[in-house]
């Protein structure tokens, strides 16, 4: 195997690949590497923990067709080379890397050893990449990275009401899109994503105009410009969210996004680890407040629109932000019930389609 | 800060231990009570720590060559000092502080100063209060001391001084245990005290006064600002002028926030099961949440250090997503520290403790989980725990799976600080 191409892209395409490449030393050490494989000009590369497969199709100038599967250090040698243009030639027991004056001979894993990874065999939907990557990208911050609790790491993708809904809580907020006139599920059909595989799919779609997508039994798999990434599905029941789903709210705050995110960026650098913020609702203004122990305390004012009574309530300062990000528009909504242990509900101003639930914390 | 900052009368309490290391020293030698005890350098250079009330009736006091000691009072029973032992006492007696008001400062070992304005309401005036610092102080660790209620730190020094027990060539004279300065009584009690009971009169400023022919606080007062400041000059003048009026605006300052919480424990024979190492740490883990919920603080790093009989000594920590304050939470991140360390050589000492402490906040969650005891519902059960020991003592629950021979051991501060007791399992008095 023989071929030649752009720095540049093989560094992406290995990167990517790279981070499906699993760290453990398990049953198959061959998963720690990257797998290249060139039929004519076309190189696939393709990284993989068997949970998790990144493959990325890239043209290049294939000289000698064949394949081989290279250690991740490879990513970081590749990025590294100072010269644009890059060779790589596999031959016996060896991998030549070179570029310019730099010439890296390494030792590739068997390729022969490599798993056949990533095929799927469901039927597909082709949707626009944008609003699909929009909707993960409100909902996937929501999901666990806890492996204790599975269930929790993936984001639910179901069927409602004539539309796509995206559903992810880590039990301590909860974040719900619909996506309607998005049909890719059969009625009542959900499948259990992990977020792991949908970060993914968010990085790699950047700028790509169409997203398609394969619902199988037990995987799943997103096509995004030239990358692929399938995933194996999460076999365990979803929590119960649609009994949290929001409850009128007596008490509403709205405010400037902006206004908000910037108080409370200042208000984090003392609201950190397990000191949480201080909201004091009530009146035109809206009070942020941190008290650290050690480090000091801070307090900020911002300007909103208050209906309700007044009410301190306290949350973890980063999913709040969490929260206020994924909010569309340029003002959102903070719904909360008179009692300060009662979940928080964050909306974009005008818009229904979204909401990022938000259990307060107790001090 | 002027008085007008303080609408508020304030209420601060002096809190003095009676004769602290000896008194701990009695403690373990219960023997020697009502002897003449003498805590020190008991080598040819060393100098008295402190002195028993019968000690001091022959005149023996702190500061003194230990050898003047000795020719005073030849038939004293002379103990060597222990610092360590003192000052884990002393931590004890402090938290015991941190109950009644978070504005605590410690002067000495010994000695500290609360705020307690805000108690007040909750917990009763100043007099009850000191009252019950007295008691609780007895209980938990089985020494006396005086107290002294006041408007000001100052003249709640005085007053601790004066409810002391007192020493004279006929005996010792119990002391009143809590002596209240009154407020608007002030001056009644201040001007006739030796005008040497002052913070910052000392031989040379006791000269120039008594050339004056200042003798108490009285005369001290009606001399006036200006002439106290020309014959002491003005920044020991005023400051001497205003005590003399009984004022003193200064703040009582919390000390800086406790670093860590931790129990060690050395033991009468090595360890050298798994279980009864487990054990061991359950029973600390529970001292450790016990004081931590004391001072209304929680841990985020928490340490598990052994010894082993050979001495090599390991430590190993853990740093969790929240701050933890009860038992289970902190037995659960123990465990798996426990699990890289090999008992079989003989564990001689374990110790269990919190850092990265703060207060503890809780994140609410969204589901119940069936299979997993909440931290909230641990919390809860935390508290209750808190009351019973607060009602009938440490000893009165403790985790059943850190029980031995039937008895719950809780843990205290510094108990085995010397070293193992002769029957470990014999449970704590």
């Not at chain 1, 990513?75 to 570029?99: F, H, Q, Y």
């Not at chain 2, 000594?313 to 939470?329: E, K, M, Q």
């Amino acid at each position: 195997m023989k071929f030649r191409c752009e720095r540049d892209v093989l560094a992406e395409a290995l990167g990517a690949a790279g981070r499906a490449a699993t760290g453990r030393t398990g049953s198959l050490p061959v998963l720690q590497g990257i797998r290249l494989e060139l039929k004519g000009d076309r190189l696939t590369v393709t990284g993989s923990d068997l949970e998790l497969t990144v493959q990325y199709e890239l043209t290049v100038d294939g000289q000698q067709d064949g394949g081989m599967v290279v250690p991740k250090l490879t990513s970081d040698i590749v990025k590294s080379l100072g010269d644009p243009k890059v060779e790589l030639l596999a031959e016996g027991e060896e991998v030549t890397v070179a570029a310019g004056r730099s010439r890296f001979t390494i030792r590739p894993w068997a390729y022969d050893d490599y798993p056949r990874v990533g095929s799927t065999t469901a039927s597909s939907v082709t949707l626009p990449a944008a609003d699909f990557i929009d909707a993960l990208r409100q909902v996937v911050r929501a999901a666990s990275t806890d492996e204790q609790k599975p269930q929790l790491t993936g984001v639910l993708l179901a069927a409602e009401a004539g539309g796509l809904r995206l559903v992810a809580t880590d039990s301590y907020r909860l974040a719900v899109r619909d996506l309607a006139g998005t049909t890719v599920l059969g009625t009542d059909q959900q499948v259990l994503v992990p977020a792991r595989a949908l970060q993914e799919v968010i990085r790699l779609a950047s700028g790509s105009g169409e997203l398609t997508l394969r619902l199988g039994e037990r995987d799943a798999t997103f096509e995004v410009a030239s990358a692929r990434v399938t995933t194996r599905l999460i076999d365990q029941p979803f929590p119960n969210y649609r009994q949290l789903m929001p409850q009128p709210a007596p008490n509403v705050l709205t405010i400037d996004k902006d206004a908000f995110t910037d108080a409370l960026r200042r208000v984090r650098l003392l609201a950190r680890d397990t000191i949480p913020v201080r909201l004091h609702l009530g009146g035109p203004t809206l009070r942020l407040e941190a008290i650290s122990n050690d480090r000091g305390t801070v307090s900020e004012e911002v300007d909103a629109q208050f209906d309700g009574t007044e009410l301190t309530i306290a949350f973890n300062a980063e999913y709040l932000a969490s929260g206020i990000d994924a909010c569309a528009g340029e003002q959102v909504t903070l719904s909360t019930q008179r009692e300060s242990n009662r979940p928080a509900v964050l909306r974009g101003l005008g818009t229904d389609d979204y909401f990022y639930l938000l259990m307060p914390q107790k001090v | 800060m002027t008085a007008s900052d303080h609408p508020v009368q304030r209420c601060i309490l002096h809190v003095d231990m009676d004769a602290f290391y000896v008194s701990v020293e009695l403690l373990r030698h219960p023997e020697l009570r009502g002897q003449p005890v003498v805590v020190g350098g008991t080598g040819g250079r060393g100098v008295v720590a402190a002195a028993s009330y019968e000690a001091r009736r022959f005149g023996v006091y702190s500061a003194m060559p230990s050898s003047v000691a000795r020719r005073l009072c030849p038939h004293a029973v002379f103990l060597p000092g222990d610092h360590e032992r003192y000052a884990e006492v002393s931590r004890e007696v402090f938290d015991v502080f941190r109950e009644f008001s978070p504005l605590v400062e410690g002067i000495s070992l010994d000695e500290g100063f609360l705020d307690v304005t805000g108690a007040r309401r909750l917990l009763g005036d100043g007099v009850v209060i000191g009252h019950e610092v007295r008691a609780r102080v007895l209980e938990r660790v089985g020494l006396t001391c005086s107290v002294g209620v006041a408007p000001n730190k100052f003249l709640a020094k005085l007053g601790s001084e004066s409810a002391k027990p007192k020493v004279g060539p006929d005996g010792i004279r119990p002391g009143v245990g809590v002596f209240e300065v009154e407020p608007g009584r002030e001056l009644e009690f201040l001007h006739p005290l030796p005008v040497e009971a002052l913070w910052g009169v000392g031989p040379s400023t006791l000269s120039k006064l008594q050339r004056l022919g200042v003798a108490t606080v009285g005369d001290l007062a009606a001399l006036g600002e200006d002439v106290i400041v020309g014959a002491l000059g003005r920044a020991n003048g005023r400051h001497l002028a205003q005590l003399a009026r009984g004022e003193d605006v200064r703040r009582v300052e919390p000390d800086r926030a406790v670093k860590s919480v931790g129990h060690e424990e050395t033991f009468a024979s090595d360890l050298y099961e798994r279980s009864d190492v487990w054990r061991e740490i359950v029973r600390l883990s529970d001292g450790v949440a016990s004081r931590l919920r004391r001072q209304g603080l929680g841990a985020r790093t928490i340490t598990l250090k052994i010894r082993f009989s050979t001495f090599e000594t390991v430590s190993r920590s853990v740093t969790l997503p929240s701050a933890v304050f009860s038992a289970p939470a902190i037995t659960a991140a123990v465990a798996p520290l426990l699990d890289t360390i090999d008992a079989g050589q003989g564990v001689r000492l374990v110790g269990v403790s919190g850092s990265g402490l703060g207060v503890p906040t809780e994140q609410l969650t969204l589901f119940e989980e069936a299979d997993v005891v909440s931290p909230a519902a641990w919390n809860s059960a935390s508290s209750a725990l808190d009351d019973i020991r607060g009602r009938f003592g440490q000893a009165a629950i403790g985790p059943a799976s850190a029980m031995r021979g039937g008895a719950v051991r809780p843990v205290r501060g510094g108990e085995q600080q010397w070293g193992p007791v002769e029957d470990a399992s014999g449970g704590s008095p």
